[in-house]
Structure formats: structure tokens, C-alpha cells
């Protein structure tokens, strides 16, 4: 099974049962060239909470008028961050903010009061400075850009990401995405597809449990595949389960099945298995069930930080890296640090000199930096 697989294929996989799903668990070792699962090192850091979103199964975001609220942080406050973050070999500095913040006037106060006209500006700085006084690679996540803007962004990042969640408008009507215009997936499509003629190294990844169909969840990975395909910048599609939270809306919204998110995983696995396109399945959010994932074709635990907590699932701790490595290594695979942006893509092809000359001076042993099976420093 390959690429030329079918909307139906997809669902015949997503609707498998019992020995099926073993026989499909079993065609994804086909793909396997290696016992490598990569996992790149990294700080969260949350550049304001305020977002325009308002999606029903958000911790993130706050309201402009919460005490607690990050309304934007200073440079010096960011960079404290990533110097604690280098003390820990840190090399991925992942920047999160809310999408479009500065419509609230809130933000656009703090923006002046820094200097700067609009929060575009802002996070290039912030990405510059990265890139000017520690030894980190700025990785940006922060909803839909402009064409523009992600010009701007590719400059100062090694790579960037956004969850297409689901192709599906449909969400748009469900609690997930009613109040959330930047979910709208012609929008996120949009976007990743922008990033791909921009030739920016891309993670993106689907949302499971949401209240999509099969149909649905099929549709979204070959949306993804098709991006692939005419543009070669997906790195890394992430698998990632709805998990409740108290005071969310979605707080008693079910979760989806341990089962669904196997054959979802398989069916991910096997429609990107004749790629170089990783497959990551978050392990905060699945500590128990982890390593089965591993069984079902995925080869990457994707960002693990062992100085911040993963500000958008905050109670979903990361495993300790060495936790994770004999969560690993019990399921017969060897853990690999990467780094955020992906060794096909470390090249003038893809990345300017400055950059290129940051990943040089890193510190990565060879043999420790592995972004994906087949490819290796």
C-alpha cells in the first residue's frame, strides 16, 4: 500500500476490526527501514495567550481582562527562556501565540509600548533575536499568516506549523470551530499551501475526536497528501487525540477511542509510507498507550521539552526524555534526538545561509541526529 491509496482504502482502514487491524498493523513495518523514533528537544514558549479563536476544546487562550493573562512578553522575558532552555541542550525554540492577537486592542497597546507596529513585526524580532543570541532554532505556530508574512517568518525559522485539524467545513457548525473563523480549513489549506511555495519546512497533522466522521478524518489526510505532493515541504503530520480539561466547553465531550486512534495512525502510516514524511503521535497525551503507537507505524514523538510543560495540553505532562527513551526501547526501537527542522531540508534549497550556519555550529553528535529514517548528518 502506497500512495495511490483511495478515499476508500483510507476508510476501509479506519473501519477495521479485530484481525483486520493486525494485518494492517503488520503492512506498516514494510515502511520501516530502521528501529529510529526521533523527538526534537525543545521550549515552549507562549508569546501571548490571546487569540481570536475561541475553539471549544481550547486551554490556551484567555480573555484580555484575566489578571493572569500573557498579554505579550518582552524580549528580555523570552530571552531568559531560551538561555535556561540552552542550559538543558535545548535546540528547538517553539513559539506559540494566539492567531491574529493583535486585533485586540489590548495587544496592539503592548506592541506600541515595545516598539513595534503590528505582531508580525514582533515575532520576527523575537525569531532574529533567537537566532542572534543563543544557540536555538526558532520553529513558529501561530495559526493562518499571509503570503506576505510567511515570507517574513520563513527569514528567522527552520521550520514552521499548523494543524490543519480537519478539511472538513462542516466543524465549522460544531462546538469544536463555531466561534473559531481561523479554523476555517479553506484558510488553514490556504496557509500550508503557501508555506509550501515559499518552500518552508512544515509540520501539520490532523485532530481526532472533535466530532468528524471517517469520512472526514480520510479526507483531511489526503488533503495533506495532496500538499505533499505538489510541494514537498511536509515534514511531519502529527495524529493528535482530543483530550478533556476541565472548564473547557468540550469539557464532557467524549474522547476518541484507543482503537480509533490506532487505525487512524495505521491508515497515516501507510498513505505517507512511500514518503519521507514522519508520523508523530503526541506522548503527553497518550501515556499509557503510547508505545502501541510505535507497533502501528509511527516514528516520531515530535517536541518534548525538559524545561516548560506543553502550554496547550497543560495537563498533559511531558515524559522525562528518560522515560521516554525506555518507553521506547521496550517496544524495541532506539530513541533519537532531531531537530526541528528535517535533514532533507537542511540545504539552499529550503533554508538561507544564516540558518544553514546555525544548524553547522550545533552540537548534535552525527549519529544523534537523525530527523528521519533514511536520512542522517
Given at each position: 500500500?502506497?500512495?495511490?491509496?483511495?478515499?476508500?482504502?483510507?476508510?476501509?482502514?479506519?473501519?477495521a476490526?479485530?484481525?483486520?487491524?493486525?494485518?494492517?498493523?503488520?503492512?506498516?513495518?514494510?515502511?520501516?527501514?530502521?528501529?529510529?523514533?526521533?523527538?526534537?528537544?525543545?521550549?515552549f514558549?507562549?508569546l501571548?495567550?490571546?487569540?481570536?479563536?475561541?475553539?471549544?476544546?481550547?486551554?490556551f487562550?484567555?480573555?484580555?481582562?484575566?489578571p493572569?493573562?500573557?498579554?505579550?512578553?518582552?524580549?528580555?522575558?523570552?530571552?531568559?527562556?531560551?538561555?535556561?532552555?540552552?542550559?538543558?541542550?535545548?535546540?528547538?525554540?517553539?513559539?506559540?501565540?494566539?492567531?491574529?492577537?493583535?486585533e485586540?486592542?489590548?495587544?496592539?497597546?503592548?506592541?506600541?509600548?515595545?516598539?513595534?507596529d503590528?505582531?508580525?513585526?514582533?515575532?520576527?524580532?523575537?525569531?532574529?533575536?533567537?537566532?542572534?543570541?543563543?544557540?536555538?532554532?526558532?520553529?513558529?505556530?501561530?495559526?493562518?499568516?499571509?503570503?506576505?508574512?510567511?515570507?517574513?517568518?520563513?527569514?528567522?525559522?527552520?521550520?514552521?506549523?499548523?494543524?490543519?485539524?480537519?478539511?472538513?467545513?462542516?466543524?465549522?457548525?460544531?462546538?469544536?470551530?463555531?466561534?473559531?473563523?481561523?479554523?476555517?480549513?479553506?484558510?488553514?489549506?490556504?496557509?500550508?499551501?503557501?508555506?509550501?511555495?515559499?518552500?518552508?519546512?512544515?509540520?501539520?497533522?490532523?485532530?481526532?475526536?472533535?466530532?468528524?466522521?471517517?469520512?472526514?478524518v480520510?479526507?483531511?489526510?489526503?488533503?495533506?497528501?495532496?500538499?505533499?505532493?505538489?510541494y514537498?515541504?511536509?515534514?511531519?503530520?502529527i495524529?493528535?487525540?482530543?483530550?478533556?480539561?476541565?472548564?473547557?466547553?468540550?469539557?464532557?465531550?467524549?474522547?476518541?477511542?484507543?482503537?480509533?486512534?490506532?487505525?487512524?495512525?495505521?491508515?497515516?502510516?501507510?498513505?505517507?509510507?512511500?514518503?519521507?514524511?514522519?508520523?508523530?503521535?503526541?506522548?503527553?497525551?497518550?501515556?499509557?498507550?503510547?508505545?502501541?503507537?510505535?507497533?502501528?507505524?509511527?516514528?516520531?514523538?515530535?517536541?518534548?521539552?525538559?524545561?516548560?510543560?506543553?502550554?496547550?495540553?497543560?495537563?498533559?505532562?511531558?515524559?522525562?526524555?528518560?522515560?521516554?527513551?525506555?518507553?521506547?526501547?521496550?517496544?524495541?526501537?532506539?530513541?533519537?534526538?532531531?531537530?526541528?527542522?528535517?535533514?532533507?531540508?537542511?540545504?539552499?534549497?529550503w533554508?538561507?545561509?544564516?540558518?544553514?550556519?546555525?544548524?553547522?555550529?550545533?552540537?548534535?553528535?552525527?549519529?544523534?541526529?537523525v530527523?528521519?529514517?533514511?536520512?542522517?548528518?
Amino acid at each position: 500500500m502506497n500512495s495511490n491509496l483511495t478515499k476508500e482504502d483510507i476508510l476501509q482502514i479506519l473501519n477495521a476490526t479485530d484481525g483486520e487491524i493486525i494485518n494492517y498493523m503488520s503492512q506498516t513495518v514494510q515502511y520501516r527501514e530502521n528501529n529510529l523514533i526521533t523527538y526534537s528537544k525543545n521550549v515552549f514558549i507562549p508569546l501571548t495567550e490571546i487569540c481570536r479563536n475561541d475553539c471549544g476544546y481550547c486551554n490556551f487562550k484567555k480573555n484580555p481582562d484575566d489578571p493572569e493573562a500573557i498579554i505579550l512578553k518582552t524580549k528580555q522575558e523570552v530571552l531568559e527562556s531560551l538561555k535556561e532552555a540552552e542550559k538543558y541542550g535545548c535546540k528547538e525554540a517553539l513559539f506559540t501565540f494566539g492567531e491574529d492577537a493583535d486585533e485586540e486592542e489590548i495587544v496592539q497597546l503592548k506592541l506600541a509600548e515595545y516598539g513595534y507596529d503590528s505582531m508580525i513585526d514582533y515575532i520576527v524580532d523575537i525569531c532574529q533575536m533567537t537566532l542572534d543570541e543563543t544557540t536555538l532554532l526558532p520553529h513558529t505556530n501561530g495559526g493562518n499568516f499571509s503570503f506576505d508574512d510567511l515570507k517574513k517568518l520563513k527569514e528567522v525559522n527552520a521550520s514552521l506549523g499548523l494543524m490543519l485539524e480537519n478539511s472538513s467545513s462542516r466543524l465549522m457548525e460544531l462546538p469544536a470551530h463555531k466561534k473559531s473563523p481561523g479554523k476555517n480549513p479553506e484558510l488553514r489549506l490556504e496557509t500550508i499551501a503557501n508555506a509550501g511555495k515559499l518552500k518552508i519546512p512544515y509540520t501539520t497533522g490532523i485532530l481526532i475526536g472533535i466530532g468528524e466522521t471517517k469520512e472526514e478524518v480520510a479526507e483531511s489526510l489526503l488533503a495533506i497528501r495532496d500538499l505533499y505532493d505538489n510541494y514537498g515541504h511536509i515534514q511531519e503530520v502529527i495524529i493528535q487525540n482530543f483530550t478533556p480539561i476541565p472548564g473547557i466547553e468540550m469539557e464532557y465531550w467524549p474522547e476518541p477511542s484507543f482503537l480509533d486512534m490506532i487505525r487512524t495512525v495505521i491508515a497515516g502510516t501507510l498513505l505517507f509510507g512511500d514518503t519521507d514524511v514522519s508520523i508523530q503521535v503526541p506522548p503527553n497525551l497518550n501515556n499509557d498507550t503510547a508505545q502501541i503507537f510505535l507497533l502501528c507505524g509511527a516514528d516520531d514523538w515530535g517536541g518534548v521539552s525538559p524545561v516548560s510543560p506543553d502550554y496547550v495540553n497543560i495537563t498533559s505532562p511531558w515524559p522525562g526524555i528518560d522515560e521516554l527513551e525506555k518507553l521506547t526501547e521496550d517496544a524495541g526501537f532506539e530513541l533519537i534526538e532531531r531537530l526541528c527542522v528535517y535533514e532533507k531540508y537542511v540545504n539552499n534549497e529550503w533554508l538561507n545561509d544564516i540558518i544553514l550556519e546555525k544548524i553547522s555550529n550545533l552540537s548534535l553528535h552525527r549519529q544523534q541526529c537523525v530527523p528521519h529514517q533514511e536520512h542522517i548528518f
